[in-house]
């Protein structure tokens, strides 16, 4: 029997719920943001400073703001997941307990179904959100973060954060999933998010000329919209800003100029606790 399908987990208060959900949010969050930091901003920061997008750290008191941020973000989430259980416990919900049920297949399939359809989501709630009746309230607190870490990933302001987890809901009113697949994909969606914030281009430089990106997104992407506050809307493929046209017109071309670096050196800056990047040919 699943978990979420027992008698005590029946048994438990909206508050127990939403305790259990948020713990459980947050400690995937915590340990994908904070092994993304401790690569990328501690153990190999000299060794991939390169591969920064954006020629700088970020300064200690932004990365306090965006951990602050992230973690009322994942109380939002807790409680919205908790909602979502309540939700499906009472049948409104086509979220479905015996993998018998529908079968193996389909619980395998449901997983990429629900990426492309959260991909959808995100692009059209963030481009919306990007309107200028609506940016301030939703989402200019995530625009504080001009130059990401991982800990960005979840830095929103309470409204945006509602927003983002409006995906929990959706996902089971309109689509069969079992709670284990729906699980793989937030850990999908919390990996991917965190990758995309680290601020580091890990892909290799043939990438921006296969077939594959014209598919999939790239960290230079997102943080090039952080950088400009514009185009580059989509989250876990690029078909979206294709599609639309929004794609940041410099984004080809910023690709090939981070993966093209050969070595760089690292150089005080006026900004406490930032470091800038120049790049040395050899």
Request: charged share 15%; glycine share 6%; aromatic share 16%.
């Amino acid at each position: 029997m699943n978990v979420l399908e027992s008698e005590w987990v029946r048994s438990w208060s909206f508050f127990d719920l939403s305790a259990g959900a948020t713990a459980i949010v947050g400690l995937r969050y915590a340990m994908l943001a904070g092994a993304a930091w401790v690569l990328g901003y501690w153990l190999f920061k000299n060794r991939w400073i390169h591969r920064k997008v954006i020629a700088r750290f970020p300064a200690s008191t932004e990365v306090r703001r965006e951990i602050a941020y992230s973690l009322s973000s994942v109380v939002i989430f807790g409680i919205v997941g908790a909602l979502t259980v309540s939700a499906a416990h009472a049948g409104w919900t086509q979220m479905y307990f015996d993998v018998d049920e529908y079968g193996a297949t389909w619980f395998w399939l449901s997983i990429p179904c629900a990426v492309l359809l959260h991909d959808a989501y995100f692009y059209w709630t963030h481009r919306l959100m990007h309107h200028r009746r609506l940016f301030r309230v939703f989402h200019r607190t995530h625009h504080l973060s001009k130059n990401p870490s991982p800990w960005a990933a979840y830095a929103f302001a309470p409204a945006e954060a509602v927003v983002e987890a409006g995906i929990f809901p959706l996902a089971v009113i309109v689509m069969p999933i079992h709670p284990l697949a729906f699980g793989i994909f937030m850990g999908i969606q919390i990996l991917y998010n965190v990758l995309g914030h680290t601020g580091y281009e890990f892909h290799p430089r043939w990438f921006i000329d296969s077939p594959l990106a014209k598919v999939l997104n790239t960290p230079t992407n997102h943080a090039m919209h952080h950088e400009f506050a514009r185009g580059n809307y989509g989250l876990y493929f690029n078909v979206w800003d294709r599609l639309m046209g929004t794609n940041h017109p410099l984004y080809e071309a910023r690709f090939r100029e981070v993966t093209g670096r050969s070595k760089v050196r690292r150089e005080s800056t006026t900004e406490p606790g930032a470091v800038s990047l120049r790049e040395t040919r050899s």
